[in-house]
């Protein structure tokens, strides 16, 4: 009959829309963990020489404050628990610890700059958004400056979606830098996260700065709160 018909349509359109949620939940934990992979060994090897450098000349405080740092992170990307979203205030934290092992790695070249809504602190974001970023800035953008900046901002835009900042007074993108072409694979899964946890409601720019160095901006909805 015509009703039941209807019926077997609805099934099937609900089986594939439950498919379809299941394999974008893959795609988006898949993503996550192929990149606290990438994360993990060359940062836990830089970290644990510049403990054994730190050993080295005496300062055995500030290797000590170091391990304990490196032994959280480890802890939160690798055994914590697996979910795909924080609030910004423990993105934030987790950033500060990160930052604090690899300001020691930069020694007195290295300056950052917090500017962050209180506001925002309780919205959710994606877990480790912002780590791929800040590590390519420190990486490609400010690993030879003398005295590199780093600059970072969330607030809130004028229509209340969140507004991340990046920026650094590196180096700068290459000529002709092409995001899909030459990004490497924290950025790469940075953007697929984003689309996939967002549906394409989100913006995503990287640009060089008129004076010197990269900015990036993200936007995307703050409906995931607390």
């Given at each position: 009959?015509q009703?039941?018909?209807?019926i077997?349509?609805?099934?099937?359109?609900?089986k594939?829309?439950?498919?379809?949620?299941?394999?974008?939940?893959?795609?988006?934990?898949?993503?996550?963990?192929?990149?606290?992979?990438?994360?993990?060994?060359?940062?836990?090897f830089n970290?644990?020489h510049?403990?054994?450098?730190?050993?080295?000349?005496?300062?055995?405080?500030?290797?000590?404050?170091?391990?304990?740092?490196?032994?959280?992170?480890?802890?939160?990307?690798?055994?914590?628990?697996?979910?795909?979203?924080i609030?910004?205030?423990?993105?934030?934290?987790f950033?500060?610890?990160?930052l604090?092992?690899?300001?020691?790695?930069?020694?007195?070249?290295?300056?950052?700059?917090?500017?962050?809504?209180?506001?925002?602190?309780?919205?959710?974001?994606?877990?480790?958004?912002?780590?791929?970023?800040?590590?390519?800035?420190?990486?490609?953008?400010?690993?030879?400056?003398?005295?590199?900046?780093?600059?970072?901002?969330?607030g809130?835009?004028?229509?209340?979606?969140?507004?991340?900042v990046?920026?650094?007074?590196?180096?700068?993108?290459?000529?002709?830098?092409?995001i899909?072409?030459?990004?490497?694979v924290?950025?790469?899964?940075?953007?697929e996260?984003?689309?996939?946890?967002?549906?394409?409601?989100?913006?995503?720019?990287?640009?060089?700065?008129?004076?010197?160095?990269?900015?990036?901006?993200?936007?995307?909805?703050?409906?995931?709160?607390?």
């Amino acid at each position: 009959t015509q009703h039941s018909s209807n019926i077997r349509i609805q099934y099937s359109l609900l089986k594939l829309n439950l498919k379809s949620e299941q394999l974008e939940r893959s795609l988006t934990e898949a993503t996550l963990k192929s990149l606290r992979m990438q994360i993990n060994p060359h940062f836990l090897f830089n970290t644990l020489h510049t403990v054994a450098s730190l050993i080295r000349v005496e300062k055995s405080n500030e290797a000590i404050v170091t391990l304990s740092n490196l032994s959280d992170l480890l802890r939160s990307t690798v055994y914590e628990n697996n979910a795909e979203h924080i609030t910004i205030q423990a993105e934030i934290e987790f950033l500060k610890k990160y930052l604090s092992i690899e300001e020691l790695r930069f020694s007195d070249r290295l300056k950052i700059n917090w500017q962050i809504e209180k506001e925002v602190m309780n919205y959710i974001v994606p877990k480790l958004l912002l780590q791929p970023i800040i590590e390519n800035a420190l990486k490609h953008g400010l690993k030879e400056k003398k005295q590199g900046i780093l600059s970072i901002e969330i607030g809130n835009t004028l229509d209340k979606q969140i507004i991340f900042v990046i920026e650094d007074n590196g180096n700068g993108l290459p000529p002709n830098f092409d995001i899909i072409q030459d990004s490497g694979v924290g950025l790469k899964n940075t953007l697929e996260r984003l689309d996939v946890i967002y549906n394409r409601q989100f913006y995503f720019d990287i640009s060089n700065l008129d004076s010197a160095g990269v900015r990036v901006q993200i936007i995307v909805p703050n409906c995931l709160m607390v």
